[in-house]
């Protein structure tokens, strides 16, 4: 092990700009916490460069360690030889040649360390000529993959329903192709490896946006691969067509298995058979040296996830693999949360924890994801058709399994067999039945569930292994895709004898499915219900402290649902925290911070002293934000927003009031968010009958937040169109536009309100969740029994003001911007909310009982503003 001195932050970063006081204190206390080894808390309003601050900041630090292990490297090696030349000038030759013989093996064991080193050095360096010869050489590249794709995959379907048999799991042991894991990375596990920095966020136009910035910053000749998963990858239109991640990535490995014979099943006979073809591989991974040359071009170049699909769809080069084949080399990995957050997949990526940097962009939410990541949710639907599909599949092609793969069948059979019926439901019947249970909520431990359902005698970790490793889900979509069975399925009867089972037997002799040429829509089965089934059973392996079962029984069976809620997001962050050589989480908005320190990295095991944090102001002026909290309306109405009297049509009329106001006076566009959207579409009727709309909408082009996502940028781009004319016309009539958002809809989080689409940020009211539910019951009671004192109160505190936060963020975005923020309720009043509202508007925040004072210090605002626009 290489003694390291611990390295000094610089007095100036490489910056694209010159970088603001508090982008250089941000990556100066990035800088230490890095080569310290510390948990980081990192807290930077939206707006301040955040991102470009963290690529500066952990870049440079990774250069200047690379550089100070070269020179530590070289350094203690002089040392030791320096050593044994003393010693061999000493008297004592047998001690000596003992202490000899220990320095110059460890001189030897470092001299390889820096053979290895600079070795990687050379190879890269070559690996950059090489990508640099090729440029502009693709034309036969382009001309094979022609070829490829006028290709037909003859063998697609095979005889006899071959490719929907279950794999052979009889041997115990892997198919080289079913690992997720195919491109060996530990072929360089002899090699060095540098320490690599792994940046993870949450979104695919995140992570963009974060190589983006990459490309353009002074460190644009790192090696950064961005890691996504096949959806995201894949080239092979037909494997895209499927439209679901774990059918992609079943049909790729499936692909790959290609024309390798394999041992399956039995025939009808009860012979053993063997297959001669299987579906033909995909032409995206047929020539290697398409691959290796997308791989080094990555490693040399930085490219973000569409750049590197454009690419291997010119060359025929799989990207996915591509990039996977390039992890060993990269310095920095761009990934996903859940690439990163989930052990398996974490795993299959190759991605390396021991010694390596980790960063995680937008973790403002990040508890919540980690749970998100590894709760598990199976409706009564989808027990009810995915019982249905297996009974079918399994009489379909019963005579053709091994022994051990219809014993696991029988067993998942039986196993969501008694999930319906625990939903009120029997094995078999369709989900419109009714529910032998009343509608209830209950709660169980992962125990008591087990012995609730009679499942504890069946060993989930097995049945979870049978089912990933005989492609069970892929094999069962073929056959409903083929088939097309129908979701009710009756049990079967009491075994008969004698003449009648003869009978019976000629009767439904071939009463199998075959392959449809018309059914009934409402019998068609257009998902996978397999994949959320199995999804569940393997939530069930985890620690019975750390979650719980929630079964909600509904009038119908398939109205019911089962959940697996994760109490203790830390226990799967464990490893991440006691791996890494650091880890830093970094916001916008990271209050309350106590949540990530208790929550979070001490609840995974690590020890306080090595926690740190930093929080910084805004890059904006002070008097460029005014945060106002507002009691009440222009009648003196108390704005009382709670659930009991937020329907009060007295509380509505005074809001309407306070809106026709501050439409009067707040230029350009004012977001307002409302605690839900059946809140928001309550008061927006109340406007309606009182002819608030028509008042605001003299003023303001009104427009309200679609329920539907794929209406989102219409709404948007006329949002900003009205406001963009407004701007041209100031003289015309309405001036500007005002939005009804939803806080935690899809306009509360991602983005950005900057300049006059945003001159003011409403929020109406206090956005708790709702403290009846079962799941966030348990969560607190949970939280009180593991961190003792109110926890469970404050988490529900948290909740809503984290909420509240993401609101406040999208408004105000760079130096220049100015904007207010106006909080209606009177219980932000409250000093413990206060707290947990952003440093940057608790330093500016004014409250304010009554609505006149409150309107005209809005009015001097703009008012100032306009005339600083205007050089008046």
């Known amino acids: ?47 301040t460069g955040k991102s470009l601050s963290i690529i500066c900041g952990s870049l440079r630090w990774l250069y200047d360690h690379l550089a100070r292990e070269r020179n530590v490297l070289e350094s203690q090696i002089q040392a030791l030889k320096k050593k044994e030349t003393q010693i061999e000038d000493e008297g ?7 202490q000899k013989l220990e320095a110059e093996r460890e001189r030897r064991k470092l001299e390889e360390l820096l053979k290895l080193m600079t070795d990687k050095e050379n190879e890269m360096k070559k690996m950059k000529e090489r990508v640099k ?128 014979g394999r041992k399956t099943k039995v025939d009808d006979a009860g012979a053993t058979v063997k297959k001669t073809k299987g579906s033909c591989s995909c032409p995206h991974m047929k020539v290697s040296q398409n691959i290796t040359q997308l791989s080094e071009e990555a490693l040399t170049t930085v490219q973000d996830v569409e750049a590197l699909v454009d690419k291997g769809s010119k060359i025929s080069a799989c990207p996915y693999y591509a990039t996977r084949a390039a992890v060993t080399n ?157 979701v009710n399925i009756t049990p079967k009867p009491a075994p008969q004898s004698g003449i009648r089972a003869f009978l019976k037997e000629i009767s439904t002799k071939n009463n199998i499915p075959e392959p449809v040429t018309s059914s009934e829509p409402e019998q068609r089965l257009s998902n996978n219900p397999i994949l959320p089934v199995i999804a569940f059973l393997q939530a069930l392996t985890s620690s019975c402290a750390d979650g719980r079962v929630v079964c909600c029984t509904q009038p119908s069976v398939g109205r019911g649902t089962l ?39 001490m609840a995974a095991g690590a020890d306080v002293e090595k926690i740190t944090q930093f929080s910084c102001g805004h890059v904006i002026p002070p008097d460029h934000i005014l945060p106002i909290v507002l009691c009440s309306g222009p009648t003196g109405k108390p704005f009382d927003f709670s659930y009991q009297n937020r329907n009060c049509v007295t509380v509505m009329t005074e809001f309407g009031r306070i809106l026709d106001n501050i439409c009067n006076i707040v230029p350009g566009g004012i977001i307002c968010f409302f605690s839900s959207y059946d809140y928001e579409q309550t008061v927006y009727q109340h406007f309606v009958k009182s002819g608030t709309v028509d008042k605001l909408s003299a003023k303001k082009k009104v427009f309200r937040e679609p329920r539907k996502a794929n209406q989102v940028d219409q709404v948007l781009s006329d949002f900003a169109a009205s406001i963009n004319n407004a701007k041209k016309n100031p003289q015309v009539k309405p001036n500007g536009a005002l939005l009804f958002s939803v806080v935690g809809g899809k306009l509360s989080e991602g983005l950005n309100f900057s300049d006059d689409l945003g001159r003011c ?14 799941e966030l019951q348990e969560k607190m009671s ?21 909420a509240v936060n993401q609101c406040i963020g999208r408004a105000v975005r760079h130096s220049a911007d100015y904007a207010t923020v106006l909080l209606l309720d009177q219980r932000y009043e409250r000093p413990s909310t206060q707290k947990l509202l952003p440093a940057w508007i608790q330093t500016s925040l004014q409250l304010h009982q009554k609505t006149g004072p409150a309107i005209g210090t809005i009015a001097r605002f703009f008012s100032s503003k306009r005339a600083k626009d205007t050089g008046l």
């Not at 009343?438 to 008591?448: A, N």
């Not at 003792?788 to 003001?801: D, F, I, R, V």
């Open 782 to 802: 949970y939280l009180d029994k593991t961190l003792g004192g109110n926890a469970g109160q404050q988490h529900y505190e948290n909740l809503c003001m984290k």
């Open 92 to 98: 004592d030759w047998i001690s000596g040649q003992s």
């Open 761 to 774: 940020v409403i929020v109406v009211g206090m956005p708790y969740p709702n403290v009846k539910s079962p």
């Open 330 to 486: 990269a310095q920095v990995l761009v990934v996903p949360y859940n690439t990163l957050l989930h052990k398996e997949t974490r795993e299959a990526c190759g991605l390396r924890l021991k010694g390596s940097v980790v960063i995680i962009d937008e973790a403002h939410n990040l508890l919540d994801s980690i749970a998100q990541v590894y709760n598990a949710q199976v409706s009564g639907y989808q027990l009810t058709h995915a019982y249905s599909q297996l009974v079918q599949y399994r009489d379909k092609y019963m005579k053709r399994f091994s022994a051990t793969n219809l014993l696991y069948l029988e067993q998942l059979i039986f196993v969501v067999g008694r999930l319906i019926h625990i939903l009120g439901g029997k094995p078999g019947c369709p989900p419109n039945e009714g529910s032998a249970r009343v509608v209830d909520t209950k709660l169980y431990s992962l125990g008591l569930f087990l012995l609730e359902a009679q499942i504890d005698n069946i060993n989930q970790f097995r049945l979870i292994q049978f089912a990933q490793r005989s492609k069970l889900s892929h094999k069962l979509h073929g056959f409903t895709e083929r088939y097309q069975p129908s």
């Open 563 to 601: 959940k697996y809620l994760l109490l203790n997001p830390a226990a799967h962050f464990a490893d991440i925290v006691q791996q890494a050589r650091s880890v830093v989480v970094a916001g916008g908005t990271m209050q309350p911070v106590s949540e990530f320190r208790e929550q979070l990295f």
């Open 1 to 47: 092990m290489v003694e390291e001195h611990l390295l000094k932050p610089p007095q100036e970063f490489a910056f694209p700009f010159s970088p603001y006081s508090i982008q250089h204190e941000f990556m100066s206390a990035l800088y230490s916490t890095l080569e310290e080894g510390k948990l980081g808390i990192f807290e930077s309003p939206t707006g």
């Open 133 to 260: 010869n090729k440029e502009g050489n693709t034309k036969e590249l382009r001309e094979f993959n022609k070829k490829s794709q006028l290709q037909k995959n003859d063998d697609d379907v095979l005889l006899d329903d071959e490719d929907l048999l279950l794999e052979d799991i009889e041997d115990g042991s892997k198919n080289e192709c079913d690992s997720d894991n195919e491109i060996d990375n530990n072929k360089d596990e002899e090699n060095y490896q540098g320490i690599q920095i792994i940046i993870c966020s949450r979104t695919h136009s995140q992570l963009s946006q974060l190589v983006r910035e990459v490309a353009r910053s002074p460190y644009g000749d790192v090696r950064l691969i961005p890691l996504a998963s096949r959806q995201s990858y894949c080239i092979n239109s037909t494997v895209r067509k499927l439209n679901n991640l774990s059918l992609i990535n079943e049909k790729c490995l499936d692909l790959q298995r290609g024309s390798k």
